[in-house]
């Protein structure tokens, strides 16, 4: 059951106009939040962002399935399912929660993420996750930022070299 902050971030992003996948990021977080404290491990950054993400469709975050060809068939349904599950009404009960969820399969599931390594939320395995993703969009050329404010960005990243490395020259003393 996702933290009563985590539903109301992603409702505020959702209202603000935001984008679903900024919204279901609430969920992410949440979930890299719960392995760093120690509740569960995963596997693979990619596992407890899978997890965030059909936390936040189940939670009722508009999030739609990856179109077919993106992604495993098996993974594709999976997220189908908890999208559906989501956007049911569900009259007396909270967003997303038809009925009580299973005992023994919600104990089984913990208990097997408790036995991963807590190393998929560390820093670096959360940094690698980035750039890998990040190759793979610019291989499919899906760069997100707009021109301008690449070219605006790199501006100012040589303004504040150039401010940094003036003192250096001036007083002759390195760091």
């Known amino acids: 059951m996702p933290w009563k902050t985590t539903i109301d971030r992603a409702r505020r992003d959702l209202r603000r106009g935001k984008a679903p996948s900024t919204a ?3 969920f992410v977080r949440e979930e890299m939040e719960h392995i760093r404290r120690g509740k569960h491990g995963a596997r693979s950054p990619q596992q407890a ?10 939670a009722g975050v508009p999030l739609r ?3 077919k060809g993106r ?3 098996r993974t594709r349904r999976s997220a189908t ?12 009960r909270s967003v997303g929660q038809p ?3 299973a005992r023994r399969r919600s104990r089984a599931v913990e208990g097997a993420l408790k036995r991963e390594p807590r190393s998929a939320a560390s820093r670096s395995a959360l940094s690698k996750q980035a750039r890998q993703a990040w190759a793979r969009r610019r291989r499919r050329g899906e760069t997100t930022a707009r021109p301008r404010a690449r070219a ?4 100012t990243r040589r303004t ?5 490395t003036r003192g250096r020259r001036s007083t002759g003393t390195r760091r």
């Open 24 to 26: 279901a990021g609430e």
């Open 49 to 58: 962002i899978a997890i965030g993400l059909s936390k936040a469709r189940r």
């Open 65 to 67: 399935p990856p179109g």
């Open 71 to 73: 992604v495993q068939e």
């Open 81 to 92: 399912r908890a999208y559906a599950k989501g956007q049911q009404e569900h009259p007396g």
């Open 99 to 101: 009925r009580k969820p």
């Open 152 to 155: 605006a960005s790199s501006r």
């Open 160 to 164: 504040s070299k150039s401010s940094r």
